[in-house]
C-alpha cells in the first residue's frame, strides 16, 4: 500500500466526502500496485480510467453541494479540480503513446495532489460550513423529504426489485446508481427552479459513476471469461451515449426539462440490472 488514510489527518468531517475520499485513496494505490507489476503485465488504463471517472464523480458531488449551500469560493475551487482532471487526461494519453513510460511521476502527483488539495482547499469548505452552522449533504431531493428518507427509499426499491447480484462491491455500486435514479424522480417533483439547478449535477453524477461502475463490472466479467462481454459493454456504451446527447440538450437550456430522457434514465438502470448484470450473477458472486 502506497497511501494510508488515517481519520484524524484526512478526515474533513463530512462523512459522505470523506468516503469518496477514502475511495481515492484506494484507486491511487491501485497505480502504485501496477507500477510494481513488470512492464509487460501491467494494466494501467482501466485503472487510470477509474480513476479520471471516479475523481469527475467526486468532484460532481462537491460542486454540486457548493450551489447547493451558496459556497463563496466556488470558482477558484472547481479551477483546481479542473487542472487535476486536465493533468490525468495527460497521463492516460502518454501512457497510451508509451506504455512502458514510468509511473513515478503520475503516482507522486496523485499522492501530493489528493493529500494537499484534501488538507487544504477541501478543508476551507468543510471549515467554512462548520462555523455557518450547514451539516451539509451532497444528496439532492424534494423539498418536502429529507436525504435519510430518500436513501430509504431507493434501499427499499433495491430490495423490493430483488436487485442484489451476492458480490459485495457491484451491489454498493448498483446501489449508488439506484439512488442517484431516486434523487433524479424526486427532483422531477421539486419546483422547476430547484430542478433545473440541481439536475445538471446529478446528470453529470451519473454519468462519471456509470462510467466508474461500467469499467469496473467489465474488468470482473473479463477475469471470469463471461461469455456475453461484448453484447454487454454495447449495452453501457448505448446508455454513456444517451447520457451525454441528454446533457448536450440540456446544456441548450431548453424551456422544459425533457420528460422521456428522464424516464430513460430513470428505468435503464432497474431494467439494466434485472435484465442483463443478472446474467452474470452465478459468475460472479461471492
Ligand atoms: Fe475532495
Ligand atoms: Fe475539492
Ligand atoms: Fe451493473
Ligand atoms: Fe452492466
Known amino acids: 500500500m502506497f497511501i494510508i488514510w488515517i481519520d484524524d489527518k484526512h478526515s474533513i468531517g463530512i462523512p459522505e466526502i470523506d468516503e469518496q475520499h477514502k ?10 500496485d501496477e507500477s510494481q507489476k513488470e512492464v509487460k503485465d501491467r494494466n494501467l488504463i482501466p485503472v487510470l480510467k477509474r480513476i479520471y471517472s ?4 467526486h468532484f460532481s458531488s462537491e460542486e454540486g453541494m457548493f450551489k447547493k449551500y451558496g459556497y463563496a469560493k466556488y470558482l477558484s475551487h472547481i479551477s483546481k479540480h479542473r487542472e487535476f482532471t486536465q493533468r490525468l487526461k495527460v497521463y ?9 513510460y514510468t509511473l ?13 488539495h484534501i488538507q487544504g482547499e477541501d478543508r476551507v469548505y468543510a471549515d467554512y460550513f462548520k462555523a455557518q452552522g450547514i451539516n451539509p449533504s451532497i444528496h439532492f431531493n424534494s423539498s418536502d423529504k429529507s436525504t435519510k428518507e430518500s436513501i430509504t427509499e431507493a434501499l427499499s426499491i433495491w430490495e423490493k426489485k ?3 447480484i451476492e458480490n459485495y462491491t457491484l451491489d454498493h455500486q448498483h446501489k449508488e446508481l439506484v439512488y442517484i435514479m431516486q434523487q433524479i424522480k424526486d427532483l422531477q417533483k421539486a419546483s422547476s427552479d430547484r430542478a433545473r439547478m ?5 446528470i453529470q453524477k451519473l454519468f462519471y459513476y456509470s ?6 463490472e467489465e474488468e470482473l466479467m473479463a477475469k471470469h471469461n463471461f461469455e456475453n462481454i461484448l453484447e454487454h459493454r454495447e449495452l453501457h456504451q448505448g446508455f454513456i451515449l444517451r447520457i451525454q446527447d441528454f446533457a448536450r440538450e440540456y ?36
Open 23 to 32: 475511495q481515492l485513496f484506494i484507486l491511487t494505490n491501485q497505480i502504485y
Open 54 to 57: 471516479y475523481t469527475n464523480y
Open 92 to 100: 492516460l494519453q502518454d501512457y497510451r503513446d508509451k506504455p512502458n
Open 104 to 116: 513515478d511521476e503520475p503516482l507522486d502527483f496523485m499522492v501530493d495532489w489528493i493529500v494537499t
Open 162 to 164: 430483488k436487485l442484489q
Open 198 to 202: 440541481f439536475l445538471p449535477s446529478i
Open 211 to 216: 462510467q466508474y461502475h461500467f469499467s469496473y
Open 251 to 286: 446544456n441548450l437550456e431548453k424551456e422544459t426539462l425533457n420528460t422521456e430522457m428522464l424516464q430513460f434514465l430513470k428505468e435503464w438502470v432497474l431494467t439494466h440490472i434485472l435484465d442483463e448484470d443478472m446474467k452474470y450473477k452465478e459468475l460472479l458472486k461471492d
